[in-house]
Nanobody, 121 residues
């Protein structure tokens, strides 16, 4: 059974910081790209940041310069360091990973259960 387990959400004041973690576990052959998405009330889920297995990062314009994504390949874990948080960053944050599970040649798409981030003004 493959699962992504997130941690690190919470309540923080504007200008503060939080660090999210997401660990992939189970019968995983290999991990491809990992990333974070978020969904605010009444809005669609949107990309926050992704990182390839080689470490190349991609960010949404709204978080560039404030958020940093990183990963520990030995631990199958991805992190999101969030600084200078704004009230508009309030959302449920979801971890995503493309995993080689059933095959060495095809990835499967997995999601975490989500963690709430609330930024007060």
């Amino acid at each position: 059974q493959v699962q992504l387990v997130e941690s690190g959400g919470g309540l923080v004041q504007a200008g503060g910081s939080l660090r999210l973690s997401c660990a992939a576990s189970g019968s995983i052959r290999r991990v491809n790209a990992m990333g974070w998405y978020r969904q605010a009330p009444g809005k669609q889920r949107e990309l926050v940041a992704t990182v390839t297995s080689g470490g190349t990062a991609n960010y949404a314009d709204s978080v560039k310069g404030r958020f940093t994504i990183s990963r520990d390949n030995a631990k199958n874990t991805v992190y999101l360091q969030m600084n200078s948080l704004k009230p508009e960053d309030t959302a449920v944050y979801y971890c995503n990973a493309l995993l080689y599970v059933s095959s060495w040649y095809r990835t499967d798409d997995y999601w975490g259960q989500g963690t709430q981030v609330t930024v007060s003004s």
